[in-house]
Structure formats: structure tokens, C-alpha cells
């Protein structure tokens, strides 16, 4: 039986991104099932800003202002979460809504990010080519970046950089291609290639104790969907070869969330416009509902 009370939000901003699909992301899962296979309360479906095209000329980001006015908002609806010792399904959207929610633990003490992702994120906004916060939320997050995005509220950094795991990206060739400074030295990175060097069970194993160090108060969960394999999740915006295979995902996940530390999860950029068969969604849900049903002891964040 599990033993953790699951409260899901909707979070279909597609401000760091494009209006393309990714914010059908949270009714597509539910249709798929999601709510019922985990027994969660739905808590609130979050209205977002109108998306703009326009690159702000200050912070080189799209929707950069609505986007710093509307992550407050996504922190709040999970603040209401934890704050009824429920653990926070977040469904986005795109990734930025990672500002949100690490704002949300950012308020409450100090929180680690485990962040599994096909991409490692940190683009800084003058070598973004596109100018999306979706492919800048990690260097956001951990204090890189324009005040208006990697400050918010005066909390900046949401999370130090020692006390986020970066896991399973594949896109070396691409930050190198297009400029992307590198992660910091002090921000504990394990590729797609180190994870397999080391096998999915060590290298989950070691990240979680990284990130249940007694300094941390726990951690939140941020899965990108790209960083499954391309076979298995096609539905998404920038796709790469290889990949996570659903397996590694759930095993990882179930790691994670065995340690009592994770407080929460987000799941982003899965594309339903880019699934016409479902296929893809349910495979997503199928490995959700896996993992989260494992039961583990839970610490709620107080």
C-alpha cells in the first residue's frame, strides 16, 4: 500500500517555451488515468499569462516578465499542498514552471532538486537561440541568469548549485554547438553516458544520498520527459537520440522517492499534438503511477 496523499496541479504554462502543446500535457495524463491509478486529490488548475513572441530586449527571454509574475502563484498552489502534508504532482507545461516550484521549497528552508532531463538546461539567455526559459530553468533555478528570473522574490538562488543533481541529459553536442555554458563544478552531474557507465542503480543510489545530506530538509523531483528514449517518447519539442529507457526512468524514480526525502515531483513537455495515438502518454503515466504507488516513509517539509 502507499502511503503518501497525492495532490495533483495543473500547471500548463508554455511561457518558456512555445504554444505548440506542452500545456495539454496535464489533461492529457489525466485522461490517461493519472489521478485515479495514484488516488490524488485534485488541488487546483493554475490560469496562465497569454504567451508572447517577443524576445524581452533586457533578459534576451521570452515571456520573461509573466513569467517571474507567474511563478509566485504556481509556488503558492504548492506552499497550499505541503502545507496539508500532501505530496505535490505538479504537471506542466513546460520547464520553467521549475521556478515555481523550487520558489515554493526556497521559502521554506533549504531543498535539493534531483533534475532528470534529456537537457541539461543551462543555457545563459545571449546564447539561447530561441530565447526559452524552458531551456535556461536549471541556470535559473540555481542563480545564473537576469535578477528578474534567477531572483525572485529576493530568494535567489531557489537552489544552491551543491545541492542539485543534474541526471540523464544527452545534449553535450548541442550546448556545444550553440554556446551553453557548462555546469558548475559544485552542481553534481550525471549524464546519460555516466549512467550507464555506472549502471542506473548506482548512479540514482549515489545521487539521492547526495541529495539527503543532513544539511538539505529534502528535495523535489523535476522529470523532463525527453529524458526518456526517443523510441518510447517521440512527443516532444527538441528530441534527441537515445535516451532513459522506461525501466532506468522508473528505477530511478523508485529510488528517489524510497529515500522519504522527495517532496514533490513535476513532469513537463510531453506534447499530446505530437501523440496522436496516445501511445506515448500512457507509457509516461505507466511509469508515473509505478513508481509514485512504491511505498516509502515520507517527511513532509515543515
Given at each position: 500500500m502507499n502511503d503518501r496523499n497525492y495532490a495533483i496541479i495543473e500547471a500548463p504554462s508554455n511561457l518558456g517555451l512555445r504554444p505548440t502543446g506542452v500545456e495539454l500535457l496535464p489533461q492529457a495524463l489525466l485522461r490517461y488515468g493519472l489521478a485515479e491509478r495514484l488516488q490524488a486529490r485534485h488541488a487546483v488548475?493554475?490560469?496562465?499569462?497569454?504567451?508572447?513572441?517577443?524576445?524581452?530586449?533586457?533578459?534576451?527571454?521570452?515571456?520573461a516578465q509573466a513569467i517571474a509574475d507567474w511563478s509566485p502563484k504556481l509556488a503558492d498552489a504548492v506552499t497550499d499542498v505541503l502545507?496539508?502534508?500532501?505530496f505535490p504532482v505538479v504537471l506542466g507545461g513546460d520547464c520553467s514552471?521549475?521556478?515555481?516550484?523550487?520558489?515554493?521549497?526556497k521559502r521554506r528552508g533549504r531543498y535539493g532538486l534531483m533534475f532528470i532531463d534529456g537537457h541539461a538546461d543551462f543555457y545563459q539567455p545571449e546564447a539561447d537561440p530561441y530565447g526559452e526559459a524552458a531551456s535556461m530553468d536549471l541556470a535559473f533555478a540555481t542563480g545564473h541568469g537576469p535578477a528578474l528570473l534567477s531572483d525572485i522574490e529576493g530568494l535567489g538562488p531557489l537552489v544552491?548549485?551543491?545541492?542539485?543533481v543534474a541526471f540523464g541529459?544527452?545534449?553535450?553536442?548541442?550546448?556545444a554547438e550553440y554556446g551553453s555554458q557548462p555546469l558548475p563544478d559544485d552542481l553534481l552531474s550525471y549524464d546519460l553516458a555516466k549512467v550507464r557507465e555506472l549502471g542506473v542503480e548506482?548512479?540514482?543510489?549515489?545521487?539521492?544520498?547526495h541529495l539527503t545530506r543532513p544539511e538539505l530538509q529534502g528535495f523535489f523531483i523535476h522529470v523532463d520527459a525527453d529524458c526518456l528514449d526517443d523510441d518510447v517518447m517521440p512527443a516532444v519539442e527538441y528530441r534527441l537520440p537515445d535516451g532513459l529507457s522506461i525501466q532506468e526512468l522508473r528505477r530511478t524514480l523508485e529510488i528517489a522517492l524510497a529515500s522519504g526525502k522527495a517532496l514533490g515531483i513535476?513532469?513537463?513537455v510531453?506534447?499530446?499534438?505530437?501523440?496522436?495515438?496516445?501511445e506515448a502518454g500512457r507509457r509516461l503515466v505507466d511509469v508515473l503511477s509505478d513508481a509514485l504507488s512504491h511505498p516509502s516513509q515520507v517527511n513532509a517539509a515543515h
Open positions: 488548475r493554475l490560469d496562465v499569462p497569454r504567451y508572447s513572441d517577443a524576445r524581452d530586449p533586457d533578459t534576451h527571454t521570452l515571456n502545507d496539508r502534508d500532501e514552471i521549475l521556478l515555481g516550484t523550487s520558489l515554493a521549497l544552491r548549485e551543491e545541492d542539485a541529459f544527452r545534449d553535450a553536442k548541442d550546448q548506482a548512479a540514482a543510489t549515489a545521487a539521492v544520498k513535476e513532469v513537463t510531453y506534447n499530446p499534438n505530437l501523440d496522436k495515438d496516445g
